[in-house]
């Protein structure tokens, strides 16, 4: 399982990519140039949060036989960097809008995957880094974010 990891995680990266070259409306915009100032920068910041999602845990995996990412603080808040800041986003449309702004997830389906699975598989791909470290005899760590000799 663990020659699958890296695997995984750079088709989960790939997907990424493939779906900001699809849509790049969605991603590219001067935040300058929005109605609402604060909005812009949110979803300025939701792009930079994607490439970061994107890019990190995927390098972090290939780049295994020195960094764990099993134990890194850096792997699961880049994998969650994405989801965090739409949340964010989403709560924001809610308030000002009353409207989240979920269509897109009916609209455009692989979003699904970007916004909700993908971060499943990122948490999963953790946690099975953290049990295999644990299996090799270093100390096994079960506080979320306390990586303990983390990277």
Same mark, same amino acid.
């Given at each position: 399982?663990? !020659?699958?990891?890296? @695997? @995984? ?6 997907? $990424? ?9 969605? %991603? ?11 909005? #812009? ?6 792009? &930079? /949060?994607? =490439? ?9 995996? &290939?780049?295994? !036989? ?8 850096? $792997?699961?808040?880049?994998? %969650? ?11 924001? @449309?809610? =308030?000002?809008?009353?409207? /989240?702004? =979920?269509?897109?997830? &009916?609209? $455009? ?8 699975? /993908?971060?499943?598989? $990122? ?5 099975? #880094? ?6 090799? #005899? ?9 990586? #303990?000799? /983390?990277?």
């Amino acid at each position: 399982m663990a !020659s699958l990891m890296p @695997l @995984l995680s750079s088709t989960t990266g790939a997907i $990424y990519l493939f779906v900001y070259l699809s849509y790049p409306e969605f %991603f590219v915009w001067n935040p300058t140039q929005s109605l609402d100032p604060l909005l #812009g920068w949110v979803q300025f910041t939701s792009t &930079i /949060a994607w =490439f970061i999602t994107m890019l990190v845990p995927t390098a972090l995996w &290939i780049a295994g !036989s020195r960094f764990n990412p099993g134990k890194s603080r850096l $792997y699961i808040g880049a994998a %969650f960097a994405w989801p965090g800041v739409l949340s964010i986003l989403h709560l924001y @449309l809610l =308030f000002r809008t009353g409207n /989240a702004g =979920f269509a897109y997830l &009916i609209n $455009y389906p692989i979003f699904i995957f970007t916004d909700i699975l /993908a971060p499943v598989v $990122y948490l999963q791909l953790w946690r099975l #880094g953290r049990n295999q470290t644990s299996r090799s #005899g270093l100390v096994k760590n079960d506080f979320l974010f306390d990586s #303990g000799s /983390a990277n």
